[in-house]
């Protein structure tokens, strides 16, 4: 696997092309209506919004809904145990790498928060096993997740919808 930018565009201000990425990734999320991009301007303010957001949020709800729904249709397509083989070997190529970016992004602002940052590379872990499976199940390239994982891959860190507000790092 090539090496990725994690993390390294987090907290800087918005291209045009990354405010209209952000835009389109917000209103996927939201279920095409209108909603706000909220860029979160430093590792410090994630503490706060991952302790403000939880899992009941209509949002995560959706994500776990469609991940179901591509975990059935990637099974339908596919053994089980090719799912889970490639779910793990996601795991095992890039659980190392997002890690130490997430430490060291957080570590040029001086933040040693190491629950912000191992939810950090987590949530780059669940972006990429979401990618996977609209790929194992056959979905166009266009699908919310594909979306999610390019903003990751674009050094951004997308944290979710919370509230009317679409956040983004």
């Known amino acids: 696997m090539t090496e990725l930018i994690w993390f390294s565009r987090a907290g800087l201000p918005f291209s045009p092309d990354e405010e209209a990425h952000a835009c389109a990734l917000a209103e996927r999320a939201a279920g095409f209506t209108r909603v706000t991009v909220e860029r979160v301007a430093d590792w410090r303010a994630i503490a706060g919004i991952l302790r403000a957001t939880d ?55 001086d933040v040693a928060d190491s629950g912000v940052t191992r ?31 390019a903003a990751f891959t674009g050094g951004r860190w997308p944290l979710g919808y919370h509230r009317g507000a679409y956040f983004v790092f």
């Not at 469609?66 to 659980?95: F, P």
Request: aromatic share 6%; glycine share 4%.
């Open 55 to 109: 899992r009941e949020d209509p949002w995560w709800e959706m994500e776990e809904a469609e991940r179901q729904r591509l975990w059935q249709c990637a099974a339908d397509r596919h053994a089980e145990t090719v799912l889970l083989a490639r779910i793990a070997a996601i795991n095992g190529e890039l659980a190392a790498s997002v890690r130490a970016a997430a430490e060291a992004s957080a570590a040029r602002e």
């Open 119 to 149: 939810a950090a590379a987590g949530a780059v872990l669940v972006a990429e096993q979401q990618s996977a499976l609209v790929e194992l199940a056959g979905e166009a390239n266009d699908h919310y997740f594909v979306r999610k994982r």
